[in-house]
């Protein structure tokens, strides 16, 4: 198996320019891309359509290349948005091609990627036991496929569903009761359900220990490598599954660190040199050249105090503090990579201790 | 001299528990204040009333500390304030004071403040050659004060008058022409002339370059220790020099850099350096306690490009350019200093070559 | 006894020119000042300070006037203030006097006014049955001070305590358990006790149908002439009853209304009507020049749903749905009265049934 | 001729579900779809997506149901959307079909449409008096196809380039100026040239008044019946011209009025019973039920001034004014319509008087 890493960047939310290009170019062949990962210039909230745009945008493209129809390239490739390119984040997206299967090509060690779904859930099992364990079985076939043992994972995307108004309208008029029915409430139950569902498929959690009333509840569970969104336009899990394989052929590393807090640049630096990096103080220019992609989650911290000082995150009435939170991370990510297209996105339950998060990065061999 | 630098936190743009509390423990003698330098948690705009309560309960403690009204302990003490607390950035004053003359107690070669007023401006003189003459002869006195070269000064906060409804209808009435009719636009002008002062009386632009065309236009000429601010609210400006004197007998050292862009982690290293601070990746934590004070401006890239790569700072019609890069600057110190109560103001106009910003650290002496 | 009501612009929340000018010109007697309700053109949020410098500034207006301190001032007079002057809503404060007691001076039937203050309560109290009760009893008070049934009050402006991150923490290390630990929850509460209360007093809810559990919760139980704000200043209640009574010598009428929703332009001109005013579709320029001020509550639609269509108040993550709402009902308003200084604040817990809101105007008799 | 017009609610900026659905109950023939106006819930600023989003949804729809491309869809049927349902205002789309040619199907002297597209220009020619002529003589043909005589014409829809940074680079390399290479200024000269356009076929402004130097510029030229935007996304200009028309067989009639300020309710009844709509206070909910469609501009009051009293519109840097303008109007048009679903987009330069703005309605005959 050979990953290709792609970062394009995107004039706008619809802008799919670069990726025609290469593909124009054979860069790209249509039909390896398993799975694209990108962030969009909206606000991140609930009103932010240009996660809508740039998908049906990628999937417009993959459709009339592929002569297929839009619906259909969706469901050949995962394509997961984050919103808001808060301070110097550059909107982009990050294009995975995948050629051949786990052991074919040769073997480098290196970057290897599974992209699975899980069944369809109803709105009563969003956020629940039933999802955990569903998710956490798409990352044990994950990886079953890429012939790795759980340590050698370092990144797990999940977008899986929330609850709307109206799959809460249904199923209260199946007479079932949801975990919520506060749609915005239900973000977090959805995101800390398929985070767990990552931990335990990696041992991280034993499957005993997640029973209902634990999910975005006790966040002592945490999977590190976990970073997970929901998106009320879709009712099953897209899981893709970043790791490192004797049986990949890859000219890429991809390594994990973690973020005490949305300054701490000690995280950046930890991520960088797992994927195999090495540097003193910062990467040189040939060091920089060699980092093919980041993804990161960015948090408040708690009660918005950051090291003992308050912020203004969690009290400001204009700006949302998942903005805040992005906006000061890209800035010290940034300083270290020197490429501002780094995908960092809110929403960290279940994914490292609280006020913590994860960061991943992907690096081409030296 | 001693200078005394006191960083405090403020829970609400009103509080100054913690400049009282200091009071009232001795540590601070409220007829030694001489300068502050704070952020509040206003949006940094046109209607940002943050600073102005900020100001009034600084003004009022001293006064009542003092026996005197409100608008003579703002005579005293120059308050300069800046809007905006993005991302980790942290509400807090820093408060100078200065306990003899220069040259009285010894002598450590440390931290000198001298705090000078210009005359006041009539509206069609703001942000015009006579400007520039007033603040330049300004920081000239405080050179001579201070008994330093201009080579020795790090720092210098000017705030002046912009151009306000109020005054561009009074200079209309007496039919003279204001060099602009925007008062945003004046903004500009009256932060560039300014700064040009500053330039002209360190030696980094010769008066002759100075012509009224030159001012917010030709950005090649700027000083590197400059960082002004305008608002409505005074007619004269307020300057205040920091530099490094053998008449000092303070225990802090100040020092500057310069920030190519608002992720360049290395202008904020070369700033610590400067002041006296020895350290490799990043300061360790003694290290990091002897930071005082850190002041620096943010600027959007041109074009809004950043290292080549787009940002939204420029096109974003819900979040202002200067909160995007306050937040992302205020990030990347955070991540070398560890403390948010970082000053970081927008506006650069004269102020370091076009796209870049000044910052200045006061460090405790090790 | 006598009230004058005096409407004043405000250029910025800290200014009080215009009152000033009328206590120099012998307008008002500053001893009389008895309350003060306005709007500041903050963001109506948990970080707007337009209120707090506003109070500030009167405080200190009327301490320096009548010699005594700011502290003294506020507790004299009661100031109240809502922020977020959204649309075409004017910053400005009405600002009541009141010369003698019920009874003296002759009588017109027309306005009449009472301050109260409730005890101060503990955290613990906060947005429970004792807070109803206390504020009841200040508005019995208030009904035999102004000599009045309780079909004559049209309006009762209260502002009480909310829980604040402090507060929560003090009742806690006491082991008292709070209504809510989310302080943004606890205005919910704060605002519905008080308005319960005003209820009761007002035989609008019987004081047995008040017990815990329908604290902002059963929204059937509500008063139609309620107006109430929560705060995290004070720790007690401030109850302002405005009535018309036969005790009073004011060349004013109150009167009220029920806005059906933030469209309602039947509604406002009921409460005009119900003040006196007579006019056909609108009222002329005589007419309108009689209407002395206008108090209303702005409520988003159950759901967003404004008579069947949907509203992006509740979707939107740039912009809070309390500024959507009073940007639309402030513009229907002043269609109406031709003046914009309304005002207009959000939250109407137990303020009309669900979806409604109160409307209050007061007009000088023709 | 015959015109249908189809008022349909959208549930996010890429919901064609009610289109669909008239199509598929064969309500409207897609063939026969000439134009659309709509309200896109994005911010209205550089930064709304949704606007692309929804064009992206209709054309894909009208190009699968008709068989054709995307483009070709574009170029069938004008879409003209506005971003930003502020207060009440209601995410939306009003669709015109034409069935037949002027003449045919009989008279009943009601709604007729024209649709007609001018050249393309060059960056160069933006907002000029080139384009001001090709609008005129496009809005001329259409006058010509409808029959009717300029004082038919109550509404003139125009959606005209804007530049944009490649515009402004591209003129640059080939050696031409551009009327201004700030892009956001460019918007004002875009819309006025249009309006400008309007205006002189309509003969409210004689051909000889219009020189380069009033563009933009001198405002007491202008149409009363134009309702211009400018975009990005396109190099020629669209014009919908509405009229009543005795060649027209359709069940609709259309009006004007003109808004004296956003809060001008006199000018929304103006249009209301231009249109054809007898009644006293407001219309009754019969009356309601017939009018099909509102199209209003809003603006600013100048200098923030409404009526002689402040508002905070230009001196906000949370919300921007247009967003505040919309706000209002909205609420007073639907005070009286009762139905939110309201085309109010801003900028009004050559349309009305200054500081007014045009408003027109279509009702269905009684």
Known sequence: ????????????????SELRKLIDDKVIDPAEVV????????NGGANDFTRALATRAVADLLAAELGITREEAGARAALAWSGGCEGVL??????FTRTGASGEGGSTGGLAI????????LPEEVGRTGEVAAV??????????????ADEVHYVQVKGPLLTPAGIADAAARGKEVVTTDPNRSKA??????????AVALGEVAPEQVTEDVIAADMNLYSAVANTSAGGELTDCEVIVFANSPASASPYRIGHGILRDVADVGGVREALRDAGLSFDTDPGEEQRARIAAVFAKAEAPAGGMLRGHRTTMLSDADIGYERHARAALGGVITSVTGDPRIFVSGGTEHQCPPGQAPIAAIVRMG
């Open 1 to 16: 198996m050979r990953v290709g890493v792609h970062r394009l960047s995107m004039a706008n939310p619809g802008d799919v």
């Open 35 to 42: 799975a694209s990962i990108g962030k969009t210039e909206g």
């Open 90 to 95: 550059s909107p982009h997206m990050t294009v």
């Open 114 to 121: 599974s992209v699975q779904r899980t069944r369809h859930f």
């Open 136 to 149: 956490a079985a798409a990352v044990t076939r994950a990886l079953g496929e890429l012939r790795v043992a």
């Open 189 to 198: 139950y959805a995101r800390g359900a398929t985070a767990l569902g990552v």
